[in-house]
């Protein structure tokens, strides 16, 4: 397999025409380069889930259990028992196809089974024809059909090109949200012993080793370590890692995510955010178990991402911490702000949020006890506890990636751009219909981000992607920022095959860079040593001449 | 052909009345027990659908946010209210806005692919058919309502003035609903062939209930402005099933046509709770609009959420003890093992 030119890859695209066909005769046909290969038996039996054996999906014959029927259609009977939500989006939808252009996989393939209209009916098609006389009576005149294993194929393959990013919910008149119906679907193939090597390894991953990288708790600290290092080389500012891992009795819990402590432009990330702790002398620590803030188990199951993050209150006990501080990541800070408190409330043994620095009592996390990175920061900003010079990051023209779940799943939309505002002199935004609650997905959220199926991610960022191109030709821009950790893991390629010399970053990078540290050398390059445009003097006198002016 | 079928469905439902009443003569079973059975059908399959619906409990809080969200420790960031909503008014508020004015729908655009640039308009035709039928499908409900009541309430009667207000010469006035709701309908059933899109993941029964409509619509027109049927007569038959009383006047001549248009009133209502017409109830139960985006401030509880299994600190310390020694990481002695009952949805330890 390999990747088509960015020139050719959507020369079949047509948005506007359909097949002769109708969708229903259409099989699923897998192709490469669009699907994740299956994971293997033992990972899913470490994980207490059932297994199929090994096979891929590619096979001709699917080796599903003698009665995967039942166990299908009973696991469908749970759900709609369980959620009002996909009982009640089963039944409303009257298929006008406001939706139908709203998915960043259907802008990138034209299939269209990626219409989240028609991706929720490969489900609902089968409800009516397997559990509704109506359906059962007028088959396909009222949208039914039968189950089989044609069905199971097309249910994987499209279940899993669906990045739970919520935009199509935001247009749909009665807020059909396919990310909750994708959710449920992954949640039966499961059951099945369907599930991907991409997407459950991290679980396992982070399950047993507490992280989804699988880096062990003495490579965290190396890397962190190396990070540092790097920083004290670059700035002169020496940062003792010691107590920020796994220390009693701090007052903060900070949770990280893998990405940010594994690869380059994570890491810089990461290094934002000890620089800015190391800055602020704030009484903060990380568990070394507890090291993922991030959640594949969501990209499963819902049980299995709660099995996942109990570690971070079960952590939060043991290190006796008041309140606990979460790090830039997408879908994490949906299961954060949207399921936590359900899953692992009341939280007794914690304290409402008060940042020690400011004395603000961050009153909307008053029974969960979570604060997202970006309020903290924001608020830290609007006291003037932060001595800025935005003039650091000078060298970069940037634009602000809003990841859809801090959008349209908790609503930060203020609080980056404020912070960007204040750290760095040249933000401009991308167009609107692209930000903000009308944002597009990576194209490789919710477990989607391999290499083998690159095909797809190219193909689903491409939305995306254009208007970055739009905004580094008009302005120039050559950073996008953002704060999902999947987004900083797959920017690089994404840009790299759409947008050629647009880097990627985190908030807190640009926070780390525009920081003034009394102490600190001269230095000419950026703290992952690009070249400065104004080099940064050094500070170990004060001087009268003052750059540090905020924005 | 889907929508071939369902017009050749909808063609068999005018037929029936047609032959029935203007046939056989059964004007009382085409003009009470059938509007009273179908009537029946409609409330109790409503009722049963809304009792279906909140049986199943709402699991978690998981509102689309598409606005700021409230940031009690900043309030300087503007709250958005109405796409964020934090308290129960503010959903409420959010509420009204999406039911009465659509204003999700109002948000549409249309992309299209130019070689390699996607260009985003705005698409506001679907909002205006839907609010042109809705509104006026609204309006002429509440206009009905003068044959089903006697004396006529007051507002009903300004409401009929408002909606004529248009007069012409020698005719009745014309209803302005009327004809919004024909355009509207019409708009809304044109796009569903034209459209490639609609048309392509269209179903016979979405376009069923879109002729069941035109021809209720149609009907309705032709008995005011061009077959003329008796009124005083059909206000005695509708009174009467309002009453419970129900007659059908001797000796009017009330027109196959009133028969035909009543008929397919019925089907609409013994239809409407089988099929996805409910999104007009459902709507009021959609998790991802009706509730507030505030679960750190006040807790969601979900009524089957059970304790799961999960690795212990002390057993994720007992394996890296060593090389956390090494690496000067602190090791905590008090660290226990713990045990907890534990349930789970999947695989070979399902217990629940």
């Known amino acids: ?551 | 052909m889907n929508a071939l079928i369902s017009f050749i469905i909808f063609g068999i439902l005018v037929a029936i009345p047609w032959f029935g009443v203007g046939v056989l003569g059964l004007q009382s079973l085409f003009g009470i027990v059938i509007p009273y059975i179908c009537f029946l059908v409609f409330m109790i399959g409503l009722i049963y659908r809304i009792v279906y619906w909140a049986k199943s409990p709402v699991s978690y809080k998981i509102p689309t946010t598409c606005g700021q969200h409230k940031n009690l420790a900043s309030p300087w960031f503007k709250h958005n209210r109405l796409e964020n909503p934090f308290t129960t008014f503010d959903v409420i508020l959010r509420m009204f806005l999406e039911v009465v004015f659509f204003r999700s729908l109002f948000r549409n655009l249309r992309a299209d692919l130019y070689g390699k640039r996607l260009i985003y308009g705005s698409a506001k035709w679907l909002w205006l058919g839907a609010i042109l039928f809705h509104w006026s499908f609204f309006i002429i409900l509440l206009r009905h309502v003068r044959l089903f009541t006697n004396p006529v309430p007051g507002i009903i009667e300004k409401l009929d003035y408002l909606d004529s207000f248009i007069q012409s010469l020698g005719v009745p006035p014309i209803y302005i609903t009327d004809i919004l709701i024909l355009a509207g309908l019409t708009f809304l059933l044109l796009r569903r062939f034209i459209d490639s899109k609609v048309s392509y993941l269209s179903y016979g029964s979405d376009f069923f209930p879109l002729f069941l409509l035109i021809g209720i619509g149609v009907t309705g027109v032709l008995m005011r402005y061009y077959f003329k049927v008796d009124l005083y007569a059909v206000k005695q038959l509708t009174l009467g099933l309002a009453t419970l009383h129900p007659t059908i006047p001797e000796g009017a001549k009330i027109g196959t046509i009133f028969y035909i248009h009543l008929f397919l009133v019925s089907s609409l209502a013994a239809y409407f709770p089988f099929s996805k017409l409910v999104h007009m109830v459902g709507v009021f139960f959609s998790v991802t609009r009706n509730m507030p985006n505030n679960n750190r401030y006040k807790r969601h509880i979900n009524p089957w959420e059970y304790p799961i299994k999960h690795l212990s600190y002390y057993e994720f310390q007992e394996r890296f003890k060593d090389k956390m020694i090494e690496a000067g990481i602190p090791i905590d002695e008090e660290a226990k093992p713990e045990e907890h009952k534990w349930y789970t949805m999947y695989g070979p330890n399902k217990n629940i």
């Open chain 1, 1 to 551: 397999m390999s990747l088509p030119k960015p020139d050719e890859l959507l020369v079949g695209v047509n948005l506007h025409k359909t097949p002769s066909k109708t969708w229903m005769d259409i099989k699923a046909e897998l192709r490469k380069g669009m699907y994740c290969g299956i994971v293997d038996p033992k990972t899913l039996e470490e994980l207490d889930l059932n297994t199929m054996g090994s096979w891929q999906p590619s096979d001709e014959k699917w080796p599903l259990p003698e009665n995967w029927k039942e166990i299908v259609k009973e696991e469908i009977r749970k759900r709609l028992e369980k959620h009002r939500s996909f009982k009640l989006f089963m039944d409303i939808c009257v298929r006008c196809g406001a939706c139908a252009d709203k998915c960043h996989y259907f802008l990138g393939t034209g299939d269209p089974k990626n219409m989240p209209v028609l991706r929720a009916e490969l489900i609902r098609s089968i409800i009516k024809g397997e559990f509704s006389t109506f359906g059962k009576l007028f088959g396909r005149l009222a949208g039914a059909r039968k189950l089989t294993e044609d069905v199971i194929k097309e249910w994987f393959y499209y279940f899993y090109q669906c990045s739970e990013c919520r935009r199509c919910s935001v247009f749909c008149p009665y807020g059909i949200d396919t990310a909750e119906i994708t959710i449920m679907m992954r949640e039966i193939l499961l059951q099945l012993g369907i599930g991907t090597d991409w997407a459950l390894k991290p679980v396992h991953n982070s399950y047993y080793i507490g992280n989804h990288v699988g880096v062990p708790p003495q490579s965290f600290k190396e890397n962190l370590e190396f990070l540092v290092w790097e920083f004290e080389d670059i700035t002169g500012i020496h940062i003792d890692l010691d107590k920020y891992l796994n220390r009693k009795g701090a007052e903060i819990l900070y949770v990280p995510m893998s990405g940010d402590y594994f690869a380059d432009p994570g890491i810089y990330t990461m290094l934002g955010i000890l620089v800015l702790f190391h800055y602020l002398d704030l009484d903060v620590t990380m568990s070394v178990w507890a090291a993922e803030g991030g959640n594949f188990g969501y990209f499963n199951s819902l049980e299995m991402a709660k099995r996942l993050h109990s570690k971070i209150y079960e952590e939060a006990k043991r290190l006796k911490v008041k309140w606990i501080l979460a790090g830039e990541c997408g879908h994490m800070w949906r299961v954060w702000n949207q399921y936590h408190n359900t899953w692992f409330g009341p939280f007794d043994y914690l304290e409402v949020p008060k940042s020690p620095i400011t004395g603000t009592v961050f009153e909307q996390a008053k029974e969960n006890k979570i604060v997202h990175i970006c309020e903290f920061t924001a608020d830290l900003i609007a006291h003037n506890k932060l001595r800025l010079d935005p003039s650091r990051n000078d060298h970069l023209i940037v634009t602000f990636h809003d990841s859809c779940n801090p959008a349209r799943a908790a609503g930060l939309f203020e609080e980056p751009r404020f912070i960007l505002k204040h750290v760095c002199n040249n933000f401009v935004e991308m167009p609107e219909n692209t930000i903000r609650e009308k944002t597009f997905c990576c194209g490789s959220g919710a477990g989607l981000n391999a290499g083998e199926n690159m095909e797809l991610r190219m193909r689903g960022g491409f939305p995306r992607a254009n208007a970055v191109e739009y905004v580094h030709k008009k302005y120039g821009v050559n950073q996008v920022i953002m704060i999902c950790a999947i987004d900083r893991a797959v920017f690089p390629t994404l840009l790299q095959y759409w947008v050629p010399g647009v880097d990627t970053g985190g908030l807190h990078e640009l926070v780390a860079n525009a920081l003034i540290f009394e102490g600190e050398k001269s230095r000419t390059e950026d703290l992952r040593r690009r070249p400065l445009k104004h080099p940064v003097k050094g500070r170990e006198e004060p001087t009268e001449e003052s750059t540090e002016e905020e924005g």
